[in-house]
């Protein structure tokens, strides 16, 4: 069976019993306290936790999941993937554990075909309950397992829903394993199907099966899940997960890139397998909007696709790879995915730069990894310091296994267990930061939840009015719900109605004031969500007090708005503006919108010149000023991508969407407000442009009043300027350049001059030397030429050393400059072989002019504070030099 069908069979099964199917959502999940999506059940979240309603009963998905807890273990097994989908059937509040029990069993034995006798269940090890649902069923008793917490209590990896769970895995015969169940061999019986029945909430704790239990969710729930690859495995007849219609055309590729076919044992069969497994999951995650970086996300993608260039080296694969191995992903899994297909170009580009870019690591790491494998040899160690591991890791990118394989070659081994120690520390420094950053998001959700358990969601208003008769249904004060705010106290609100725009899609969050009936005025100074749909109003109260139940009047800063819907607009014709001047890839990849001031990202792989900024910033002027008329209307998901429109990478959408469009040039799916026509976005002025990561451009903007304040600080400074040079301001641009060109020749000029004049000097001061010791000496300090510099000073004291000819010699100047003592001296040459330093002379000088010296070899300085000893220090050094002139065998210059 093919996995498109495997697909289809799933779906219309829960439809036909009932099921909402709802489309996979993003691998960037919207969920602080997650990376990537890990399990189907994270859109779903809300629903389960009571946040919001579900507009169904029952859902059934395909979602694309992310996870590299087992990273490791890819090509390793015949069952892991670091991407993977999973195929669910959802119950909020509706069936239980006997009907998911009951779908399951029927899918597997009569959708797909599984021989009964060959399917083994797993239970939680207190469930009663499900063992006998799966008797009653006609599960044997010596099919049925009972594990514990770490195995059949599922959570999400992180605080949230959970629950006891019940597996199905399938027994693929003695050629896979041992015998004895699900207990006693993960690979021969693979699991396929997981049933977890949705009940309580676990808490912070050191490890996943030390989660506390915090609580019951408000119901009992269901949320399943059926790996997609593996089920395919099994129904394929096929090896393992690679060998599948969903990965063979990639390890196909893999296999004509390297020149051989895959073996499908050894060491050589974990390359093929993770050079094909992992350009799938570098493609899924390129499209949904994740680009390489140093942390987060990106920091994820990053290790996929190095670990992915690695192992095609490893395969002796010494040319590009991931480009043709994603290209393999786009053609195979697009028709299902759309997004691939969609996002091709930008696949292809970020893989392409990440893998030049890593082979540069490479080169880099090896240079620096044969130095230190030299200093160990002459150390006379035969280990590699774990300290030197981990800095070409962690700095330079450069893999540990590349490491011990390049220290092995040398007959030097590593030490591993402190590399292990290292990344353990900077892993436990990481999570402590990321638990403060969660336990504080958790506390702050936890008061949201509890309130919008008592009072309804806010009935946004504020697309048609900036004013509103509203109540006060909640408060959160010292983050807990409830309570009374007093004069001066900070306070979140929740209205029943609001005018106020709660930050998303880059736009910030309204401001404005609130004034009750009693004369209490409260000032809003932030708008966010707190929960999916539920508004909190950030705000301080300025006079009287506010308790829940109070009436009043909410009144949004027009100017403050105007200024927004201005920079909102002209973002959206920007992103048109950028998409057609660079091409489909630079698609927006976040943005901050304010008033009258707009930063953009997007994704593009080179600095854009000045002709590119200027022709768009002109295009977007030139589309402002056509005046296009901005619509705004609804429709579902299905009928807006048919429409295309634009849905951002990130952004969650739900089944009715809103859409913008902006003439016919722009189209897409926003919450935000905007101007009414395109003329109100006024000018639109470009500052700069700039990178913000691998691949990642960023764009800043100013609109309306705002580009006006600019453009009138630039005419007051050309003005000045043509004031200046003395000329009009048409003109001053030439004036000036005129200016720097006569203005640069005459510092030539005078360098030559001054060069001149040193040379002079040089002379005069070596025709002052003396006879010290064995040879010739000159000590003086310089007068005649004006503010001399550390730099001429060092100059003078070694053209006056060439002109003492050869033979010992040694010159030692001094000068003040700027208020301090400046000491130089220079040694000939043959002085220096005997031994002597420059700076030698200068040691004691410094001293008496309270500095201190430096340089190594023939020419030193010096300098203090106290240009009043520098005569003092000229016979300090003097007699020094002439003791070492004495001492000197050296009679050769």
């Not at 094909?276 to 994820?300: M, N, Q, T």
């Not at 634009?646 to 959408?653: M, N, P, V």
């Not at 500052?687 to 990561?693: D, H, P």
């Not at 002019?849 to 005569?871: K, T």
Request: proline letters at 4%; a negative charge; one cysteine or more.
């Amino acid at each position: 069976m093919r996995s498109t069908r495997i697909r289809q069979t799933f779906t219309d099964f829960f439809v036909s019993r009932g099921h909402q199917p709802v489309p996979s959502s993003s691998l960037i999940p919207d969920d602080p306290t997650l990376l990537l999506a890990n399990a189907g059940m994270n859109q779903f979240k809300p629903y389960l936790l009571g946040e919001t309603a579900p507009p169904f009963p029952r859902a059934t998905s395909i979602q694309k999941c992310a996870r590299t807890s087992d990273i490791d273990q890819v090509g390793r097994t015949n069952r892991h993937a670091t991407f993977f989908e999973m195929m669910g059937n959802f119950s909020f509040g509706d069936y239980f554990k006997e009907d998911a029990a009951a779908f399951a069993w029927e899918l597997m034995t009569e959708g797909y075909g599984l021989e009964k006798e060959r399917l083994w269940i797993t239970v939680f090890e207190d469930d009663d309950e499900a063992e006998r649902i799966w008797r009653r069923i006609g599960v044997p008793a010596g099919r049925i397992q009972r594990l514990g917490m770490e195995d059949n209590y599922w959570s999400m990896g992180v605080p949230g829903p959970s629950g006891p769970s019940s597996e199905i895995s399938y027994d693929r015969g003695p050629g896979f394993g041992e015998e004895g169940g699900p207990a006693v061999d993960g690979e021969r019986y693979i699991e396929l199907w997981n049933l977890v029945f949705m009940q309580t909430v676990r808490g912070e704790g050191p490890a996943k099966k030390d989660y506390p239990i915090v609580g019951e969710l408000p119901s009992r729930s269901i949320d399943t899940g059926l790996g997609l690859d593996r089920l395919a495995a099994v129904l394929q007849g096929a090896e393992n997960v690679c060998t599948t219609d969903l990965l063979l055309p990639t390890l196909n590729t893999v296999q004509e890139l390297a020149g051989r076919e895959y073996p499908g044992e050894g060491e050589e069969k974990v390359s093929f397998q993770v050079v094909a497994e992992h350009a799938r999951s570098a493609a899924f995650l390129i499209a949904d909007g994740v680009l390489p970086a140093k942390d987060g996300r990106g920091y994820i993608l990053r290790r996929l696709m190095r670990r992915a260039v690695r192992h095609a080296r490893l395969l002796g694969i010494t040319g590009p790879v991931l480009p043709a191995a994603t290209a393999s992903v786009v053609a195979n899994l697009g028709d299902v995915w759309p997004e691939l297909t969609g996002r091709a170009g930008l696949i292809e580009q970020v893989v392409t730069a990440e893998e030049e870019s890593f082979a540069r690591t490479l080169a880099q790491g090896t240079r620096l990894l044969d130095a230190a494998i030299t200093r160990t040899r002459e150390g006379r160690s035969v280990t590699l310091a774990g300290e030197t591991a981990f800095e070409l890791a962690d700095t330079y990118g450069f893999p540990l296994e590349l490491t011990v394989e390049a220290a092995r070659d040398a007959g030097l081994t590593v030490d591993e267990d402190r590399f292990g120690t290292l990344l353990d520390e900077q892993r436990r420094r990481a999570k402590t930061g990321g638990k403060a950053k969660t336990a504080e998001a958790l506390k702050r959700l936890e008061a949201y939840r509890e309130l919008a358990a008592r009072v309804p969601r806010t009935e946004f208003v504020g697309y048609d009015s900036l004013i509103a008769e509203t109540t006060v249904t909640g408060l959160i004060t010292g983050g807990v719900p409830g309570g009374v705010a007093a004069e001066g106290d900070e306070v979140g609100l929740v209205l029943d109605r609001s005018p106020f725009y709660a930050e998303a899609g880059g736009q910030i969050g309204d401001t404005g004031t609130l004034t009750m009936g009693d004369g209490t005025v409260v000032e809003v100074t932030d708008t966010r969500y707190g929960l999916e749909g539920f508004r909190v109003h950030t705000a301080r109260v300025l006079r009287g007090e506010v308790r829940a139940g109070a009436v009043g009047e909410a009144r949004v800063d027009a100017g403050r708005r105007a200024g927004l819907t201005r920079s909102h607009s002209a973002t959206h014709i920007l992103h048109a503006v950028v998409l057609a001047t660079l091409g489909d890839h630079a698609r927006q990849q976040g943005s901050l919108v304010e008033p009258d001031r707009l930063r953009f990202d997007f994704a593009h792989f080179a600095a854009l010149t000045p002709d590119q900024l200027a022709r768009i910033e002109s295009a977007v002027n030139g589309h402002v000023l056509d005046d296009p008329e901005v619509r705004a209307w609804f429709a579902d998901r299905a009928e807006a991508e048919a429409a295309g429109a634009i849905a951002l990478f990130g952004e969650k959408y739900g089944e009715t969407v809103r859409i913008v469009d902006i003439g016919d040039f722009s189209r897409e799916l926003c919450g935000g407000t905007h101007v009414a026509h395109g003329s109100q976005v006024g000018t639109f002025r470009l500052l700069g442009e700039s990178s913000i990561g691998s691949n990642l451009r960023r764009v800043e903007a100013l609109t309306g009043h705002g580009a006006l304040r600019h453009q009138d600080t630039e005419r007051r400074l050309l003005n000045e300027l043509a004031r200046l040079v003395g000329t009009r301001p048409a003109e001053a641009p030439g004036a000036l350049r005129k200016r720097l060109d006569a203005l640069a020749d005459a510092q030539r000029q005078l360098s030559r001059h001054r060069a001149e004049e040193l040379r002079e000097r040089a002379g005069q001061l070596a025709g002052r030397a003396r006879t010290a010791g064995r040879g010739r000496l000159v000590v003086q300090r310089v007068t005649g030429v004006t503010g001399v510099t550390p730099d001429e000073l060092r100059t003078l004291a070694s053209e006056a050393l060439t002109r003492l000819g050869e033979g010992p010699a040694a010159v030692i100047l001094g000068a003040e400059h700027e208020g301090k003592a400046l000491l130089a001296a220079a040694v000939s040459p043959g002085l220096h072989r005997s031994g002597v330093q420059a700076a030698q002379l200068l040691t004691g000088a410094a001293r008496a002019v309270g500095g201190g010296s430096g340089g190594r070899g023939p020419l030193a300085a010096a300098g203090g504070r106290r240009p009043e000893g520098l005569a003092q220090a000229l016979d300090i050094a003097a007699r020094e030099a002439t003791r070492l002139l004495g001492d000197s065998d050296s009679d050769s210059g």
